[in-house]
């Protein structure tokens, strides 16, 4: 039999709006499809923080057991009785952010020179860019000696649901949030400041920065009880997902709980779903996951994504008319030339002064996005486009979205500023972009690399697409 593998990851529970059925949705997708009646879905993220609420597993009456069960573990008398037993919401801020590091590194090379046989030393400077998921959960209610401060790793495999008050378990309270989630990112940005101090480097100066960080609030619940223990009053707090203890005190805390008003959680963002079908005339879109459509019917374009300086025209460039041509698609990225020209920098090539075209396909290695970036967009001037009407089959869904691309677009350019000057000026991460289009651009294999099909010049290893390798034929032999 083999085993079921545990899942990971941030899930959400909803309802299929065409059939009613109960859905999980991973937080990271913006599409999917109900399992009952095949619709195809589409998640509707909102502009502001939402707000979730997990649901307990530990019923009021266990709680007394998870307490004596604390109480045995501690070598201490259990519970004479129970006075009372009060379920409430702690709010946590959760952060979903890249993590981007620069690091100055000094390499010291050892030469021999066999004539003299002497030794020669030499220093050399190295930046190396690292790039990582950030996410963590930050306390966003009082009482930090009592709650825990962060939920830890209970993200990766807890499912929530959208706030609603049906979704309210009876007789549970919310607390009031204390710190807003503009106060949750400074914690955050100083915790990750602090990284450049534990690995300084007297080579250079150090960077830890937090790109895109995405905000949501989860109401976790907790049980606070009153024991008496040898004829002594004990308050007792409990997660109400296991029954840990996490609270073991004489003092009562009932009072000091600050209850929410109700419109304080309405106030904050919610995540809806919502039939995945065409704005224009209404037809059901593909079930691609994608961030981009074109409507089969009307052609209408659907970018699952806002953004204000979106071109919306999807560009495609003139290739060869290779059977094995596939199109991946790039976004590509427009600064001010002045602002270009302030850092020296024409990126990818002297006549680029100010396209930056990041793959809006995935890529996980940084330094390989990296170098394909500089390619594509040295390369971008001499490409020939025409707008496109439609996604053929060999048309690549858009896996990476407009924020998340920017991002890698700003990392991208640190990376050429500090490359040339040795220093990265902060401003560079909040740069604004003047034009953001989309454009496919066709790729044929050759051996193991994936080379354009228009220049000829722009290769990448098939491997970092997710494209298979065919087998290399060999040669009968004959005998």
Not at 134 to 161: C, F, K, N, Q, W
Not at 416 to 425: D, F, N, Q, R
Not at 430 to 446: G, K, M, R, T
Request: with cysteine.
């Amino acid at each position: 039999m083999i085993p079921v593998k545990a899942k990971r990851g941030f899930y959400i529970a909803a309802s299929c709006p065409a059939c009613g059925a109960e859905l999980e949705l991973e937080s990271d997708f913006l599409t999917t499809s109900c399992s009952s009646c095949c619709s195809v879905l589409r998640i509707l993220t909102p502009t502001t923080p939402p707000a979730y609420v997990v649901k307990t597993k530990v019923l009021d009456k266990d709680v007394r057991f998870h307490i004596d069960r604390h109480l045995k573990g501690n070598a201490e008398p259990l519970t004479d009785s129970l006075e009372s037993v009060r379920g409430f919401y702690f709010p946590y801020w959760k952060i979903d952010a890249i993590l981007l590091r620069l690091r100055h590194r000094k390499e010291t090379r050892i030469s021999y020179d066999e004539e003299t046989n002497t030794e020669t030393a030499t220093d050399q400077k190295k930046v190396e860019t690292m790039l990582s998921p950030y996410d963590v959960t930050i306390a966003a209610g009082g009482l930090s000696e009592i709650i825990p401060y962060s939920l830890g790793e209970r993200t990766e495999y807890i499912t929530t649901m959208p706030y609603s008050g049906e979704h309210l378990q009876f007789g549970f309270e919310l607390l009031s949030i204390e710190t807003s989630w503009q106060d949750a990112i400074t914690k955050a940005n100083r915790a990750v400041d602090q990284l450049n101090h534990v690995s300084a480097d007297e080579s250079g100066v150090n960077i830890s920065l937090l790109l895109r960080p995405v905000l949501s609030l989860i109401n976790f619940p907790y049980f606070l009880a009153e024991a008496n223990v040898m004829g002594k009053q004990r308050s007792y707090v409990l997660d109400g997902l296991t029954g840990r203890v996490v609270y073991d005190g004489n003092d009562g805390i009932s009072e000091r709980l600050q209850i929410a008003d109700l419109q304080q959680s309405e106030e904050l963002g919610r995540l809806g779903v919502e039939l995945h079908r065409c704005s224009n005339c209404g037809e059901q879109l593909p079930d691609t996951r994608s961030y981009v459509y074109i409507c089969r019917n009307c052609q209408h374009l659907t970018v699952l994504e806002d953004c204000p300086e979106l071109n919306r025209r999807i560009l495609s460039v003139h290739g060869s008319v290779n059977d094995n041509d596939q199109y991946f698609p790039f976004w590509m990225f427009r600064l001010p030339a002045e602002q270009m020209n302030a850092f020296r920098i024409r990126f990818g090539g002297s006549e680029n002064a100010g396209a930056i075209c990041v793959p809006a396909f995935r890529i996980r290695n940084f330094e390989a996005m990296y170098r394909l970036t500089r390619r594509i967009s040295g390369a971008v001037l001499k490409l020939s486009m025409f707008e496109s009407q439609e996604f053929k089959e060999n048309y690549l869904p858009v896996m990476v979205g407009i924020a998340e691309a920017g991002a890698l677009a700003h990392v991208a350019l640190m990376r050429e500023v500090v490359g040339k000057t040795e220093e990265l000026p902060r401003t560079l991460a909040n740069l604004p972009f003047e034009e953001v289009s989309l454009f496919y651009a066709p790729f044929h294999p050759e051996s193991y690399f994936l080379v354009d099909s228009c220049l000829g010049a722009v290769t990448f290893e098939k491997s970092l697409a997710g494209v298979q390798t065919k087998p290399i034929p060999t040669a009968t032999r004959v005998r």
